[in-house]
């Protein structure tokens, strides 16, 4: 059975991978197109819909494969180099937010086989907007949250990563099929990921980085698999930090991750404790 199970997995694996497919913001709906080179907006192809296309606050992704040198300006935003998307394309909006809120992503096509860790950062653009705003790799990302490995059971798949709360339930419904008692992935049931604005930043605009790290294929050199994307907000609100070097770690993309790193090169399969890669999370001042 367990074989079936993994085979099951290597194949929903190798069909797909995944990308951040909407966005809710202050109760606010945004899809996130794919893009490739042939359509300027996908999912919305229909060239009659002209002005009405909605517009995105989502930075491009070309693909939905992975980035895999973490040496690559790819790393930032999940452009493709080698498709003609160096780095990272502004979006033309900004989603307004209330530093506090919560904010809501939803992925898809998510294989179950892929685990990993899932972490999301922040940048603050110029006061002119992100929408022309393009970072480099100079430190100014800060952490905002993480998630790892919940658990570990020596029984595949009872090893709980925080991609499971994300997997697309396509493969629930075949393990539920094959097995009588309930898998971790049928607890979930794609459930969105959630961040929260931490409620101390300085009213502007920001540019947030989200990402799954897939370890399925770590345990080699240059195996483990980056899923990053962003999107741009403008922030409201109260606070009055700023995060810079002297009250948060800042880390640029690329250069925050090494390819040696434990938490990089790492046996997904074995069991133990895994440390997530990147800087510590920020946290607001005490008041």
Wanted: hydrophobic content about 35%; proline content about 9%.
């Amino acid at each position: 059975m367990k074989s079936v199970l993994v085979a099951l997995a290597t194949a929903t694996a190798v069909s797909a991978h995944g990308w951040v497919d909407n966005i809710t913001i202050s109760g606010q709906f945004y899809q996130v197109p794919l893009h490739s080179l042939d359509h300027e907006n996908l999912p919305y192809q229909d060239p009659y819909m002209g002005e009405w296309a909605p517009k995105r606050i989502s930075r491009k992704i070309i693909t939905n494969g992975p980035v895999e040198d973490v040496t690559s300006i790819d790393l930032q935003c999940g452009g493709s180099t080698i498709e003609g998307q160096i780095g990272s394309e502004p979006a033309p909006l900004h989603a307004k937010a209330v530093a506090g809120s919560e904010v809501s992503l939803r992925w898809t096509h998510w294989p179950d086989s892929h685990m990993g860790p899932v972490l999301t950062y922040m940048a603050r653009c110029p006061d002119s907007g992100c929408d022309k705003f393009l970072p480099g790799d100079e430190p100014i990302w800060f952490k905002i949250h993480h998630e790892g490995r919940h658990t570990f059971d020596k029984t595949w798949p009872d090893d709980i990563w925080a991609t499971v709360s994300i997997a697309q339930h396509h493969i629930t419904s075949i393990l539920s099929f094959l097995t009588l008692e309930q898998t971790p992935f049928m607890k979930f049931d794609n459930e969105p990921y959630r961040y929260t604005i931490p409620e101390c930043l300085k009213p502007g605009f920001y540019l947030v980085r989200h990402e799954i790290i897939a370890l399925h294929s770590a345990w080699a050199a240059k195996g483990a698999q980056f899923y990053p994307s962003c999107h741009q907000l403008e922030v409201s609100g109260s606070g009055s930090v700023v995060p810079s070097a002297s009250n948060a770690e800042l880390v640029g993309f690329p250069g925050a991750y090494d390819a040696e790193d434990p938490s990089i090169l790492f046996q997904v399969w074995a069991p133990g404790p895994y440390n997530i890669p990147g800087p510590a999370v920020f946290e607001c001042p005490a008041q």
